[in-house]
Nanobody, 127 residues
Framework: QVQLVESGGGLVQTGGSLRLSCLAL????????VGWFRQAPGKEREFVAA????????SYGDSVKGRFTISRDNAERTVYLQMNNLKPEDTAVYSC????????????????????WGQGTQVTVSS
């Protein structure tokens, strides 16, 4: 059973950058595909990015393409979300999620594809 712990959130000005981390405790990390989702107050949960078990396949939500980069370090059991050129509309609680990946190259973009979730980390972008 894997447990996920996010970190790296905070307050940043428009145009700034943050790097979120998702540390996986327990389980066999290389078996898991990982995703990031976010939810702002009063809004539905939104897909941000996903990465396959191998790290070789990634996907991004339309609103973050070209600004955010997902990566993973399997030796460190960590997935990162590098967020650049942040905008006020990026303000949300960001949560990472994990599920056993059927293929090394497969990623998942739906929240119901994932079995394990972290507690979330707040990202606030001031205008």
């Amino acid at each position: 059973q894997v447990q996920l712990v996010e970190s790296g959130g905070g307050l940043v000005q428009t145009g700034g950058s943050l790097r979120l981390s998702c540390l996986a405790l327990g389980g066999t990390f290389i078996n898991y595909a990982v995703g990031w989702f976010r939810q702002a107050p009063g809004k539905e949960r939104e897909f941000v990015a996903a990465i396959s078990r191998s790290g070789g396949s990634t996907s991004y939500g339309d609103s973050v393409k070209g600004r955010f980069t997902i990566s993973r370090d399997n030796a460190e059991r960590t997935v990162y979300l590098q967020m650049n050129n942040l905008k006020p509309e990026d303000t949300a609680v960001y949560s990472c999620s994990a599920t056993i990946g059927a293929l090394r190259t497969q990623y998942y973009v739906g929240p119901y594809d994932y079995d394990h979730w972290g507690q979330g980390t707040q990202v606030t972008v001031s205008s």
